[in-house]
């Protein structure tokens, strides 16, 4: 079994920072992929970022402003967010990707955290 704790979410102003950190335990974190997707109200769950041996990805709207990593010794992800938008309000998630290519479709990551709150106000 695999738990993912995400933490980090608040209330931000435009143009300001926030950084997600998603805590692993259980099975072996540093042989996965890892993501992280956001879903806004009334809206479908979206990728956001995702990280595996070979690199990281990143969905178009958030390129040059987040920036996903990982420890493995602590068995931690993390989402660094800055030039926050108010469109990038939304529940945030981190989930492990149990193909290991980076995917950026939900339904190819198989545990998810409870998610955390970003809100950015304008």
């Known amino acids: 079994q695999v738990q993912l704790v995400e933490s980090g979410g608040g209330l931000v102003q435009a143009g300001g920072s926030l950084r997600l950190s998603c805590v692993a335990s259980g099975r072996t974190f540093s042989g996965y992929a890892m993501g992280w997707f956001r879903q806004a109200p009334g809206k479908e769950r979206e990728f956001v970022a995702a990280?595996?041996?070979?690199?990281?990805s990143y969905t178009d709207s958030v390129k040059g402003r987040f920036t996903i990593a990982r420890d493995n010794a602590k068995n931690t992800l993390y989402l660094q967010m800055n030039s926050l938008k108010p469109e990038d309000t939304a529940v945030y998630y981190c989930?492990?990707?149990?193909?290991?290519?980076?995917?950026?479709?939900?339904?190819?990551?198989?545990?998810w955290g409870q998610g955390t709150q970003v809100t950015v106000s304008s």
């Open positions: 990280i595996n041996y070979s690199g990281t």
């Open positions: 989930a492990r990707d149990r193909t290991g290519d980076r995917s950026e479709v939900a339904v190819q990551y198989d545990y």
